[in-house]
């Protein structure tokens, strides 16, 4: 299956660590001008030089909740590749917290790193797609935000919000040939700490990664019928394909689990 990204230009915010590395790494294999677009320059630039590419990685530090860096990163990519195909929306970040213990300030970083970084993003990118006729928008959700997690209240309420957002969006532009999906991941590890960033969750939380015991990671992956979690890769894989006007071109509006089977709606 040919995807046609050769020579597309796509945005992958949060694209310097896990998930976004993986799919920033995917986007230059398949030929794409990417751009990196996180707060972690270093990282970013590590995965911009890791890159074999075809396609050019650029990096351009940006804070997804900040519209006017957000519009400065939609200048940049201008400037560097012309009008903007993709835009991979991969930024996310949350702890785990009982709702009756987490304080405003933290709902406060939730929201505005979760739903407000998605709303900037595509407040800045979608008017070049509508005047270009072409373009497609991917956001990474999560399954919390189809099932109600245990301790994931407003980090599970943002994702749920992006995905009706897309939804929504499909509807208003899906005439002038622009599709806007979802991808949700299940538990997806780095395998190595090259694979994320200082500012990445498995760096900043004791959610994921090292905090948590082999045993209770074995327990915990009983709940998915593939007993495993996924990886970086798999989720770039399932971005790609929905980036990809040849392979997905008829699907729009969607919300696509990839999670091992741990939702199945
Ligand atoms: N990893 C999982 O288990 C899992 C599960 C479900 C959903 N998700 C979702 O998948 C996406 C990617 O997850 P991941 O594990 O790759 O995340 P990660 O924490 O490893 O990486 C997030 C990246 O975003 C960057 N970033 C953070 N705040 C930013 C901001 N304000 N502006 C710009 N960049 C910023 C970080 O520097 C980092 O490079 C997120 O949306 C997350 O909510 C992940």
Redesign the pocket.
């Known amino acids: 299956m040919q995807l046609g990204l050769e020579g597309r230009t796509i945005v992958v915010?949060?694209?310097?660590?896990?998930?976004?590395?993986a799919t920033s790494l995917t986007l230059a294999k398949e030929g794409a001008n990417v751009v990196i677009?996180?707060?972690?320059v270093d990282?970013?630039n590590r995965v911009a030089k890791e890159s074999t590419g075809p396609g050019p990685i650029a990096v351009c530090e940006?804070?997804?909740?900040s519209l006017e860096s957000v519009q400065a990163l939609a200048a940049f990519t201008a400037r560097e590749f012309g009008t903007t195909f993709g835009l991979a929306n991969?930024?996310?970040?949350?702890d785990v917290h009982k709702f009756v213990d987490t304080t405003p300030e933290f709902w406060q970083k939730v929201t505005?790193?979760?739903w407000t970084?998605v709303l900037n993003t595509t407040y800045a990118f979608l008017p070049q797609m509508i005047e270009a006729g072409t373009g497609v928008l991917l956001h990474?959700?999560?399954?919390?935000g189809r099932i109600g997690e245990y301790k994931e209240a407003v980090?599970g309420g943002c994702?749920a919000a992006v995905i009706n957002f897309s939804k929504t969006i499909a509807r208003e532009v899906g005439p002038l040939g622009i599709r806007s999906n979802v991808v949700?991941?299940?538990?997806?590890?780095?395998t190595s700490e090259a694979e994320?960033?200082?500012?990445?969750?498995?760096a900043t939380t004791t959610k994921?990664g090292s905090a948590i015991s082999p045993e209770t990671l074995e327990r915990a992956k009983r709940l998915y019928p593939l007993r495993k979690?996924?990886t970086?890769q798999d989720?770039a894989n399932s971005i790609a394909f929905l980036l990809s006007h040849e392979a997905a071109g008829h699907i729009t509006g969607q919300t696509l689990s990839v999670s091992g089977g741990y939702t199945m709606i």
């Open positions: 915010t949060g694209g310097a660590s896990n998930i976004g590395r677009a996180d707060l972690d990282q970013a940006t804070d997804v909740t991969v930024v996310g970040w949350e505005a790193i979760n970084g990474v959700a999560s399954d919390a980090y994702k949700c991941p299940g538990m997806t590890m780095p994320y960033g200082a500012l990445s969750m498995h994921i979690f996924g970086g989720l």
